[in-house]
């Protein structure tokens, strides 16, 4: 786990957010602690697992020059595909490796035969679903629990982040000649909408007189702001 604390470190002083986001889901995620929650039991590598949790969260708010709250960190924990920044949490994922890589395992028999899995405190039965499919349930999981307490706005915006290529600026790679760069203000912003955070501290008075809150969605539909 602590093999990228180095890149967690420099991420945040490239001064390039669409940059350094794209080399923290690809590179010093949950992807450089695959192997070791696919092999070690949940139970023995819950506190390491919640420590690296920690690291991603201070490295984007780093990146994003903001601190999030928990319901806006819990979003930007789910899958690209369900709202997310895909930043998936290795806690809550650490099952879900183990029990993929035992299912994928021809000597699951013996190990059964071991006890390992009344020791991991996982049931056979659990065992015949991949990796890939409980991932994608806990991630429903999570977007269902986000969305219970959310306001009628709040839920569009989740719906609507979770469509089809809705996250396609998230997967795009920074090219200038391709009109693909973000520069850092913009990044940030759309990462901050996305989330569903605020981008000023403060209400303020809008171009049409009425008052903004400090989410600015009033700008996104209001006629005089184009």
């Known amino acids: 786990f602590n093999d990228v604390d180095p890149i967690l470190k420099i991420l945040p002083q490239l001064g390039h957010g669409q940059t350094a986001l794209l080399v923290l889901r690809m590179c010093a995620s949950i992807c450089k602690a695959v192997h070791l929650l696919r092999t070690v039991p949940p139970r023995l590598i819950q506190k390491a697992a919640c420590d690296f949790d920690a690291k991603q969260r201070r ?3 780093a990146i994003l ?37 035992l ?15 009344a020791h991991a405190g996982i049931k056979w039965d659990e065992v015949e679903s991949n990796q890939s499919q409980r991932s994608a349930d806990l991630d429903q999981q999570l977007l269902a629990s986000l969305m219970e307490d959310m ?11 979770g469509s089809i290529r809705a996250n396609g600026w998230l997967l795009a790679y920074p090219n200038r000649l391709l009109g693909m760069e973000f ?5 940030r912003v759309a990462c901050l909408r996305w989330l569903g955070q605020p981008l000023v501290q403060s209400e303020s008075s809008s171009s049409c007189d009425k008052v903004m809150s400090p989410l600015v969605s009033h700008a996104t539909w209001c006629k005089t702001w184009w």
């Open 59 to 61: 490295c984007l708010e």
């Open 65 to 101: 020059n903001t601190a999030l709250p928990t319901k806006g960190w819990r979003q930007a924990q789910l899958g690209l595909g369900f709202g997310g920044l895909g930043l998936r949490s290795a806690k809550d994922h650490a099952e879900a490796a183990f029990v993929g890589c």
């Open 103 to 117: 299912a994928g395992n021809r000597y699951v028999e013996r190990l059964v035969k071991l006890n390992l899995f």
């Open 151 to 161: 306001t009628d706005s709040d839920q569009r915006r989740m719906l609507s982040a």
């Open 183 to 187: 520069s850092d203000q913009a990044f």
